[in-house]
């Protein structure tokens, strides 16, 4: 039988990169196959040329045997390669119906195309109402209206790229269920994340790229994640170091009783909050998606306004009714989860967007003029400190793979050296390398006595990296615990499942 999918020799190149250089590797009919890299290694490129969003400079692609030239998306569809972007193309102000029907290449009346949605949904678990509108849909659900898309095309080729990192462990497990499903029936999956267990549990067969070019094919089974990491990034990987005899300081950050208002039907508010931060401490938040992080995170960094100045506090000092800009010059300093559009503007340069968080804590702007130079000296440091993979403070942001973007975001706020970070999902789509930088840079920025908030929705990072834990759900806080003291299993009857008791709300109405 012929391989499903054959490279020989891909190559790309793009001003001052060479993205793929001779890469070739094969797929066969029903494998489970992982593409492992760093951030820039060339993955995203290397699928988007599968999938027809660019072509090779070089080489050729086969399938089922036979040579072919993916010139667009629609034509590597009618061959039946579907593919489950990392960022979502979804219009927000529309429904999961709605949307559908835009990525369809056949014009099907709307009430058929909800049947075949309905029944893909009730098929593999994946519950959502289709008249939802996408605005209110948590990262989580969004993901599942990307997966539903591809599935409706019925293919034979599936790329996912970094498909669990907005997942709860619970989602995980029913997307490897459909997963092994498809490979079950024929259907080849090309499996692109970051998450180096996931691969050992769920792939046949790993690709690892490096620089562009492939270093290694492996049985992902035989392997342990640190062995892959080491061969992405060629070179040992380093272990969290943290201070000899560390202790916490002062309470830097308390929040009392904090609430929100629900803004849209779907949103989840938090109701009366109340946690501690000290300074040096690192404070992780669990929870499954849509209970109420958000909501948190834009409380916190000032996006919404409370009517209770001492509802937050910073070293005693009341910013409840400060705005972003206010709390900034008090020393917070914020990263949301959403990076193309929230936490960075994708056409502005990275300079600009250095601008746009730094500007008062950095001098960046004196009596309303922009000091540029101070922008892209302070931007050269980030891209240099957090290895971002860019071609400068000039490069537009929308040009970065999401990885180097994260890197770049967290960078930006880190290097400002503020009082309390806020952040949400910290390394969301970076490589280990990448993502155990980032963990020392907060483990360092709290030694230096930074009062530290993560919310997060993985388990093992929140476990490494934090002194303290609580679990959000339905918008409110569990007591706190030292991590050393709390279990997997606790964190997870905390999180009470997909939604707790809001799971009925979010099942297929009849």
């Keep these: ?67 072919v030239v993916v010139a667009n998306p629609k034509a590597a569809r009618k061959l039946g390669i579907g593919m489950v972007f990392q960022h979502f193309s979804l219009f927000e102000a529309l429904t999961v119906l709605e949307n559908i029907a835009l990525g369809m290449d056949a014009k099907i009346p709307s009430r058929e195309l909800e049947a075949r949605i309905r029944e893909v949904m009730t098929k593999y678990g994946l519950l959502l109402d289709p008249h939802r509108t996408v605005a209110t849909l948590s990262v989580g659900e969004r993901q599942r209206i990307e997966i539903v898309r591809a599935l409706l095309l019925d293919p034979k ?26 490979a079950a029936q024929g259907c080849s999956i090309l499996y692109i994340s970051h998450k180096l267990h996931e691969i050992k549990a769920l792939c046949d067969t790993a690709t690892i790229l490096r620089g562009g070019k492939l270093v290694d094919t492996c049985d ?143 001098g960046m702007v004196m009596m309303g003029l922009i000091n540029s130079g101070a922008a892209r000296t302070y931007t050269g440091k980030v891209i240099a400190d957090f290895a971002v993979k860019a071609l400068g403070p000039s490069s537009m942001a929308g040009s970065l793979s999401g990885g180097n973007l994260q890197k770049y975001i967290m960078g930006r706020e880190i290097l400002q050296k503020p009082s309390v970070l806020v952040v949400s999902q910290p390394t969301w789509g970076v490589d280990a390398g990448a993502a155990a930088a980032i963990h020392q840079a907060l483990v360092d920025l709290a030694a230096a006595g930074s009062a530290i908030v993560v919310i997060s929705q993985d388990l093992d990072e929140l476990r490494a990296l934090c ?44």
């Design 1 to 67: 039988m012929p391989h499903r999918l054959e490279l020989t020799g891909i190559t790309k190149a793009f001003p001052g990169v060479l993205a793929n250089d001779n890469v070739s590797f094969s797929v066969r009919p029903g494998e489970i196959h992982a593409l492992l890299g760093e951030n820039g290694a060339g993955k995203s490129t290397l699928v988007k040329m599968i999938y027809g969003i660019m072509q090779p400079d070089a080489g050729e692609i086969r399938w089922d045997g036979a040579p």
């Design 157 to 182: 080729l599936l790329i996912m790229d970094e498909p669990t990192s907005v997942l709860t462990p619970q989602e995980v497990a029913q997307l490897f269920e459909v997963l092994r499903k498809l």
């Design 220 to 362: 992902p089974t035989q392997e342990t994640s640190r062995s892959m990491a080491e061969k992405m990034i060629g070179a040992g990987l380093k272990d969290i170091v943290r201070a000899e005899g560390r202790s916490m300081g002062l309470p830097k950050l308390v929040v009392s009783r904090l609430s929100t208002k629900k803004t849209g039907h779907f949103e989840v508010p938090v109701d009366s909050i109340s946690f501690t931060v000290r300074a040096g401490e690192i404070f992780g938040i669990a929870g499954v998606a849509g209970n109420g992080q958000n909501a948190l995170l834009d409380a916190l960094s000032g996006e919404i306004l409370g009517d209770d100045k001492d509802a937050i506090t910073i070293d005693g000092y009341g910013i409840g009714l400060l705005d972003t800009t206010g709390r900034r010059k008090r020393g917070l300093c914020a990263v949301p989860e959403e990076r193309n559009g929230h936490a960075a503007v994708g056409d502005f340069s990275l300079s600009d967007n250095s601008i746009l968080t730094a500007r008062d804590r950095l």
């Design 467 to 510: 002194d303290t834990l609580a679990v959000v759900n339905m918008g409110q806080l569990s007591p706190a615990r030292p991590v050393a003291e709390v279990s997997i299993e606790e964190i997870g009857l905390l999180m009470g499942g997909v939604h707790g008791a809001t799971e009925a709300s979010h099942a297929i109405p009849a």
